[in-house]
């Protein structure tokens, strides 16, 4: 994909990103299919680094939402990000004059509050195209790279993340067991040794809890690993904190397991279990089968 390419797509947004405009070129984008999604991605990702480099964080912004009479502010975080991707929305002859003289960005009124769904609709184009979904953070978003994955076994190089989310909320002695299972296992030298066999800089595991059918995929982009999981948020009913611990752990040797089928990795060392975690017993399960049973006939009704 050329630069006019991509900046004849962007001009598809009318100057601006948002949910009424995005839509547009999500269509255009899944028509030219998943080469172009993935270039296009490029190009934007590229676009947002040149704007990191770029002092804006002491600059105020204003947001053409902003009440009147508000007064502009410094933007930092995420809405700094939002502000890059407005910019890039906004055009080619703005995103050079803020690449010229970044204190432009104080001269007008800018449109992002919701122009991070630019990045949303590039990532929806690709499941248009593909059937598949997006794997690893959003288009746009910029992630620091390791310097040389074969230091990986002997550095404090990050390498394993996690990100749970769902339709309902997740409960805290799930979410709380799953982080420190990932922690002990980053930290664990083994773990690390394993790793480093798949030649790749992180591994990135993304779990969804919800209602829709149970899927898992795991592919590799740009020397990144990233393991995706469907998983029923029905799991959780009618377990206490161990139980909960129990099944973090479980759920977390199964993705590592499929992990390392999927990449040809060897035998991963055994998953690290906190202290309170209890497996159910025989009679738990019977228990649960049972109520879930009497919930399906609530909903059934008579």
């Known amino acids: 994909m050329t630069e006019e390419d991509f900046w004849s797509l962007i001009d598809l947004l ?27 991605a490029d190009r934007l990702t590229e676009k947002m680094g040149r704007l990191a480099d770029v002092p804006l964080s002491g600059i105020p912004a204003q947001d053409v939402s902003d009440p009147s009479g508000a007064q502009p502010v410094p933007l930092a975080g995420d809405a700094l990000i939002n502000l890059h991707f407005a910019v890039v929305a906004a055009g080619i002859e703005q995103f050079q004059q803020i690449l010229r003289n970044p204190g432009h960005v104080a001269e007008r009124a800018w449109d992002f509050s919701e122009s ?29 790279e390791p310097e040389d994955p074969t230091a990986i076994a002997k550095s404090e190089t990050p390498w394993l993340n996690l990100a749970l989310h769902g339709e309902n909320e997740i409960p805290s002695a799930y979410f709380d067991a799953a982080g420190t299972v990932v922690e002990m296992i980053h930290d664990d030298p083994q773990w690390r040794a394993w790793w480093s ?38 799991r959780f009913r009618g377990l206490n904190k161990s139980r909960l611990a129990y099944l973090a752990t479980t759920d977390l040797d199964a993705v590592l397991a499929l992990v390392s089928t999927s990449l040809r990795m060897p035998t991963p060392p055994q ?11 025989r009679q738990d399960d019977t228990a649960r089968a049972r109520l879930e049973e009497l919930r399906q006939r609530h909903r059934e009704g008579p």
């Open 197 to 234: 066999s798949a030649e790749q800089l992180s591994l990135e595991i993304d779990i969804d809890y919800t209602s829709q059918a149970e899927n898992s995929r795991v592919a590799t982009r740009k020397g990144r690993a990233w393991a995706s999981f469907r998983r029923s948020g029905s």
């Open 14 to 40: 009318g100057g601006a990103a948002n949910q009424r405009t995005t839509p547009a070129l999500k269509e255009a984008l899944a028509r030219q299919g998943e080469a172009r999604v993935e270039e296009f």
């Open 271 to 281: 998953v690290p279990r906190p202290a309170h975690a209890t497996a159910p017993t």
């Open 116 to 144: 991070d769904s630019l990045a949303e609709a590039v990532s929806k184009a690709y499941e248009v195209a593909t059937g598949k979904p997006w794997l690893g953070p959003l288009p746009g978003f910029l992630v620091d």
